[in-house]
């Protein structure tokens, strides 16, 4: 049944009538016949499917990457899903998963058609050669109401705007009306800020900042490296935006009841640019199914006369993007006894047949092969994906070393108390972004010291052998 290597980087071929057993791994069984699986079988009816169910990876006090470690180790799957990319990089570097290059090239599979910016991102992530495909991926777009730009006079937004631009924009917006009324140029929903959440000002901040390619830490992963003009920039141009008025603060909104029970609808309302509320937001796919939702909802409502342009840009390389994320990369254990039976089913799909029946679905992502690109109610979706992978995301995504998970909440606490003194003029930008520096380097140190420790005491905790 072993399906093994055959020729230069080739795999024997799975034969018409052959019989053979692949285990996948994916979310749960259910899940991956409904996405992959059936319409595999019905064309590759001699091929079975055993599933290995991702769902124990997560919960409470659980380390995703060390219990995928363990199932992979107990499972032996043929086909190994990854959905947080930590674990992909770490396994392509390790040698743990079969080279696809050769594999495409001798099987003439055709990847040309399919968006570089998400097989440079998968080609960065394994050092240089490609260990996994995706059929989709996630991206955002800078959404706006136009009947608002029309009613207050305020020029279009265009493809490639910088923060500057957009901040510029929305500062044009009247910025005095009073609870429901009030209106703001630029927002994103509750589900991103405030609520619990990261501050709005550090929010916007750092948001910024990741568009201009600048990074909180070195490539080591070992740095903090805040101290710098673009990040003083970023945090001038966040702070001007909140003082202004022209950026909605979702943290000063009346907070949802949930024990109370909510509605769709009102749910639906809550969102301020479906509800008309605010100019420009960025947003995911996602957002066009809530505007839809609310159109049919919302009937003695006037909707939302929408459209998109790209996510702003940096303008140091207006060309290219941090927006795009994949959360679904399918590959073939290094080891696989059925490694050629395993490597058809991750081309199956991410084939152009697939991408096909895909389009016909609204499942909220993006389909990796541009021919179908789609339309939505007459307006273009190419601003998800006209912009390149920037080199910076592709070079930090090359150098990933892994931060322990309890800085992260340190970097939001601590950023979130000094963007505020900025905004409440106890600080300075200089003094704020020193104080980050400090308190997140010893944050950072800390962090990484109490994991090296948690690591120790495992490893002197299990039995030899």
């Known amino acids: 049944m072993g399906q093994g290597k055959e020729g230069q980087g080739g795999l024997k071929p799975l034969g018409k009538d052959e019989k053979a057993v692949i285990k996948v791994m994916y979310y749960d069984k259910s899940s991956l016949f409904q996405h992959y699986g ?17 769902q124990s990876m997560y919960g409470q006090d659980k380390d995703p990457l060390k219990t995928f470690e363990e199932m992979v180790e107990a499972e032996k799957p043929d086909v190994l899903y990854f959905n947080f990319s930590n674990a992909f ?80 924009l929305a500062k044009r917006f009247p910025a ?47 740095k903090i490296t805040l101290q710098t003009e673009g990040w003083k920039q970023a945090l001038q141009l966040a702070v001007d935006g909140i003082q202004s008025g022209a950026l ?9 009841d949930f024990s109370k029970g909510v509605s769709r609808e009102e749910m639906l309302e809550r969102n301020p640019f479906v509800s008309g509320r605010i100019a420009m937001t960025v947003e995911g796919t996602y957002l066009i199914s809530e505007l839809e939702q609310a159109k049919e909802i919302r009937k003695d409502k006037e909707s939302v006369n929408w459209d998109v342009v790209t996510v702003p840009v940096d303008p140091q390389n207006s060309g290219t993007s941090n927006a795009l994320s994949i959360s679904e990369v399918f590959s073939v254990s290094a080891d696989s006894p059925n490694a050629g039976a395993a490597w058809e089913f991750v081309k199956y799909i991410n084939s152009e047949e697939m991408a096909r029946v895909k389009s016909k679905m609204d499942e909220g992502r993006l389909l990796s092969r541009t021919a179908y690109v789609k339309d939505k109610d007459g307006r273009s ?21 892994p931060v322990p998970m309890s800085f992260y909440s340190e970097f939001s606490r601590i950023g979130g108390q000094e963007v505020q003194a900025v905004l409440d003029g106890k600080k300075t930008a200089d003094e704020a972004l020193a104080a ?30």
């Open 248 to 256: 909605y603060d979702p943290a000063k909104e009346p907070q949802i």
């Open 38 to 54: 059936a319409l595999f079988m019905a064309k590759y009816p001699n091929v079975d499917i055993e599933v290995v169910s991702t």
């Open 436 to 465: 980050m520096q400090n308190g997140l380097q010893e944050a950072l140190t800390k962090a990484k010291q109490e994991e090296a420790a948690s690591r120790q005491q495992e490893t002197a905790g299990k039995p030899a052998g």
């Open 176 to 222: 005095d009306g009073q609870g429901a009324e009030r209106i703001y140029g630029y927002g994103e929903n509750n589900s991103y800020m405030g609520g619990g959440g990261a501050p709005m000002g550090f929010r916007y901040f750092t948001m910024i900042g990741d568009t201009q390619g600048l990074s909180y830490l070195d490539a080591k992963q070992e």
């Open 89 to 168: 990089v770490k396994w392509a570097r390790e040698g743990k998963l079969l080279p696809l290059d050769d594999v495409i090239q001798a099987d003439k599979f055709d990847i040309e058609n399919m968006l570089p910016a998400v097989t440079e991102t998968l080609r960065a992530q394994g050092g240089g050669k490609l260990y996994g495909l995706s059929p989709s991926f996630y991206s955002s777009a800078l959404f706006y109401n136009k009947g608002m730009f029309e009613k207050y006079g305020v020029p279009l937004p265009k493809d490639g705007m910088t923060w500057a631009e957009v901040l510029e």
């Open 381 to 401: 979706l190419e601003p998800f994906y006209k912009l390149g992978v920037s080199e910076k995301v592709t070079e930090q995504a090359a150098e990933a070393a």
